[in-house]
């Protein structure tokens, strides 16, 4: 219900934002369709991993393994090479998220957050390739977004009817937050890949893992420990190679 309801809301801001817009060309339409289709799948298997497992399990997998990823796709598929400063930072940096992964004996959930994390590549590379091509981010997010934000608020709708009306009257306040801080950060992360190595941008996006950690240690009284600051520290040290190096 709560990816619902952000969706939703994604909905109504990419149509109001729709007459401001040009129409995409040929290929743009093509990246969009492929993102569509991966960010579904990237949906199903995330949902899943969070019914198998919990939020040390599944999150350091689904945000610390796309930027490995996206340097050898990027490679392939944009020709983007890194400097080995960079592959050295964006590893760095990536296995600090991962230093946080909490193991268990029952492997469902890293599986499909494995899987989930294969299709935060794949959709990173298509993305970039996608505002690349065309007139501009805005384009792009719009169409996408009306695409995109369709499928689980209708499926929810003809499911859960109870559940989601139940939701929308008492989330409906941090649903719309929530959707319009969702439309921001993608049109930032776009706008990003327009001015920058996709393998930057990926790799310094999985830094809102340690921001979330101090977050929940300021607001949440969560402790912080060893493993969260080992993890910021290897972060930080990532982001300074890839900046700098």
Not at 31 to 58: C, E, K, P, T
Not at 171 to 177: A, E, G, P
């Amino acid at each position: 219900c709560s990816m619902a309801m952000v969706d939703a809301v994604a909905f109504v801001v990419a149509l109001l934002a729709l007459p401001f817009v040009t129409l995409p060309i040929g290929a743009v339409w093509v990246a969009i369709g492929l993102s569509v289709v991966v960010n579904v799948f990237y949906r199903y298997f995330l949902i899943r991993a969070y019914r198998f497992g919990d939020f040390g399990q599944v999150y350091p997998l689904v945000r610390g393994l796309p930027p490995l990823l996206v340097v050898g796709i990027a490679a392939v598929w944009l020709g983007e090479m890194l400097p080995l400063s960079g592959m050295l930072g964006v590893a760095v940096l990536s296995l600090g998220v991962l230093s946080l992964l909490h193991v268990t004996a029952d492997w469902r959930a890293p599986r499909s957050a494995l899987a989930a994390g294969v299709c935060v590549a794949l959709y990173t590379v298509i993305d970039a390739w996608g505002v690349r091509s065309g007139d501009g981010v805005l384009s792009y997010l719009v169409y996408f977004t009306l695409i995109l934000s369709v499928p689980i608020p209708l499926f929810t709708a003809l499911r859960r009817p109870a559940a989601l009306r139940t939701h929308v009257a008492a989330q409906w306040r941090i649903s719309i937050f929530g959707g319009l801080t969702y439309c921001a950060a993608y049109a930032l992360v776009l706008w990003a890949m327009t001015l920058d190595s996709v393998a930057k941008v990926a790799a310094l996006r999985e830094s809102s893992v340690i921001i979330g950690a101090v977050i929940a240690t300021l607001l949440f009284k969560e402790p912080f420990g060893r493993r969260r600051l080992i993890a910021a520290v290897a972060v930080a040290g990532g982001i300074v190679l890839i900046k700098y190096g």
